[in-house]
């Protein structure tokens, strides 16, 4: 087949959340011999040059680099309107003319889109058939941050998420098929109640590359990863380190916190000067804080779809203790393959217990490996996403082509 790709951020080197799962999907494809152009946005000359190594691994890319000072003025100015404000900030007037120019030169079997804020530049698009990965459903974060934020912060994150939600429900009925990471998610997508086919494919783990690398680790170290510039991460870091790790260290004074991610903001940067508490920021490697740590804590408030942390500490054989919330998103049993907490009581409770226990961590590093490499595995994934297509492709009723307006 030839299958148009479209996804919101430049889906190359695959190293954070948003561009694993499409960088994933992308290269699937071409394996199976389809003939893959992708169209996505890149921020930076620096994100745009890395990003040409996804030329081995695709057939053709049309990249779309924008400012961000640009699409912050794109998403303000659509806060008066009701389209959601995400839609402006991944808008890029060049990527559309690319989306249009190609659309019009050559005959696609199959558009794919990942991620609904740029499902914008094929709705219109009919005679093809159109797959839309949700992957999140964006609208349920945004109205979740809205219970986090100060006012007048909550109420523009309510009012973005209700435009999304309204956007979500119109952007299904314009595609043949939706799919998302989750079980959960796809039940949110169902509940919609828009009469389109729907399904879902879970993120997987690179394995190979997140494996248990031996050795000795640290029973006091606890360790936290994940992009510092992230909300949700901020806000879970906050309440671990004011609720929860002074509890654990009341009981075990020499336990310590490593939160391991680029970009913290000067309020996670103060962090470190907690006591036990390091902050590194960006670091080349996040596999040698993790093997060191007793376990890695993810006691995300605010979480959709799938945390790839968790997965790849799961595969290294470090043991997770986690939020409800977060567990959602993996294809695991609590105390069989990761431990679920919902109060810092729980997690100091829980995290006390791999301390303490050489053997109970053990039988969790072990039974979490094996987890990730039955239910998580990307080829797992991709061949549930090969069947998806496929009944897409089959049921698919084609009518005259139109384009993408300008919008």
């Not at 309510?158 to 939600?165: F, I, Q, T, V």
């Not at 890695?296 to 790849?312: D, F, H, S, W």
């Not at 490499?373 to 797992?380: P, Q």
Request: with cysteine; aromatic share 10%; charged share 25%.
């Amino acid at each position: 087949m030839n299958i148009l790709y479209v996804c919101h951020r430049f889906p190359f080197p695959p190293k954070r959340g948003g561009k694993i799962r499409p960088f994933n999907m992308i290269r699937h494809f071409t394996e199976r011999g389809h003939r893959v152009t992708v169209c996505s946005l890149a921020r930076s000359a620096a994100e745009a040059a890395e990003g040409l190594g996804l030329g081995k691994h695709c057939a053709h890319h049309e990249m779309g680099l924008v400012d961000n000072k640009v699409q912050t003025l794109r998403m303000v100015a659509r806060l008066p309107l009701t389209v959601p404000s995400s839609m402006g900030y991944f808008y890029s007037p060049d990527l559309a003319r690319s989306v249009r120019a190609l659309l019009a030169r050559e005959k696609f079997d199959l558009i794919f889109v990942h991620c609904s804020s740029v499902a914008q530049y094929v709705e219109h698009v009919t005679g093809i058939p159109k797959i839309l990965d949700f992957g999140d459903m964006d609208s349920q974060k945004w109205l979740e941050y809205a219970n986090y934020k100060p006012w007048p912060l909550s109420w523009g994150y309510w009012l973005e998420g209700s435009k999304m939600l309204r956007a979500e429900k119109r952007l299904a009925g314009r595609f043949d098929l939706c799919t998302a990471t989750t079980r959960a998610e796809w039940e949110t997508l169902k509940s919609y109640g828009v009469d389109v086919d729907t399904d879902w494919f879970p993120n997987g783990v690179d394995s190979e590359f997140f494996k248990p690398a031996g050795g000795d680790y640290d029973a006091d170290t606890i360790s936290f990863v994940g992009r510092m510039d992230y909300f949700p991460n901020q806000e879970c870091m906050f309440d671990f380190c004011r609720n929860t790790l002074p509890q654990i260290q009341r009981v075990r004074p020499s336990a310590k916190l490593v939160i391991v991610g680029a970009d913290p903001s000067p309020a996670v940067r103060k962090l470190g000067e907690l006591p036990g508490v390091t902050v590194t920021g960006s670091v080349p490697d996040v596999r040698p804080y993790l093997q060191n740590s007793v376990a890695m804590v993810a006691p995300l408030n605010i979480a959709r779809g799938t945390q790839n942390k968790i997965l790849e500490a799961m595969s290294m054989g470090v043991p997770v203790v986690t939020s409800r919330t977060a567990a959602g998103g993996v294809d695991a049993e609590d105390e069989a393959h990761f431990l679920v907490a919902t109060t810092p009581q729980e997690y100091a409770n829980r995290l006390l217990r791999l301390m303490d226990d050489a053997d109970e961590r053990q039988r969790l590093a072990l039974a979490g490996r094996a987890r990730m490499l039955s239910n998580h595995s990307w080829a797992g994934s991709m061949t549930r996403l090969d069947t998806i297509v496929e009944r897409c492709v089959r049921n698919f009723r084609p009518q005259n082509a139109v384009l993408a307006p300008n919008t």
